[in-house]
């Protein structure tokens, strides 16, 4: 996945979300560098959890499916995004999939989803191949807030800008946050490459982030 039609054809399914959304993942950074600076692969949205009960109505032409996360968590081993369905890391079972680190099962509505719960993936109708992640962002009225660390928070109207066809991405600064803990060779190479294009102030804010949720953190010393 490389083309920024993918992440335009993920927007346009969002024009009925009555509510703010924002691209995320790698190309939120892409939009901030304004091309495509590596492969992508998957389009991950962001939602604020207080609205998640507008997504299925939104959403009527996909199907929706919660991750459950393991009770014994990850165990450092990555996040459940990193996994794909396999004969080798999960199995099928009464229209679930199972994996390690979370299963794979259908949310239907009314019900609301809390944390653990953060990441819902999206199928069209029909299809068994997901077209797009969505994740939930905490927020307390006027803030958003790290769901690893609710110290750590901004305005909701600083977290996000506009890119190409006046899609909204996630700032980089809060996405290098989320990467941050992860630290794969992607990330890595989104931190080198918008590092560069990060203003003073998203500087500040994200060492002062990473000094609360990651201490000794080696681009503290690169922010500063």
Known sequence: MSELEDVFEVAAAFHSFEAPWWIAGGWAIDFRLGRVSRAHHDVDVLVLRRDQMLLHPALAGFE???????????????TIADWKPSERDGQRDAGRIRWREGTITEWEAPERLELPIHQVNAYPVGKSEMSFQIMFGESDGAEWWYRRDARIRRR????????QQDTPYLAPEIMLLFKAKTMRSYDQNDFETV???LTQEARGWLSAALAIAHPNHPWIARLN
Do not use: N, Q, T, Y
Not at 64 to 78: A, D, F, M, Q, T
Not at 156 to 163: E, F, M, P, T, V
């Open 156 to 163: 909701l109207d600083a977290i996000g800008c506009k890119g």
């Open 64 to 78: 929706l499916k919660k991750i459950v996360p393991h009770p014994e968590g990850l165990s450092g081993r990555g």
């Open 195 to 197: 590092l560069p294009m």
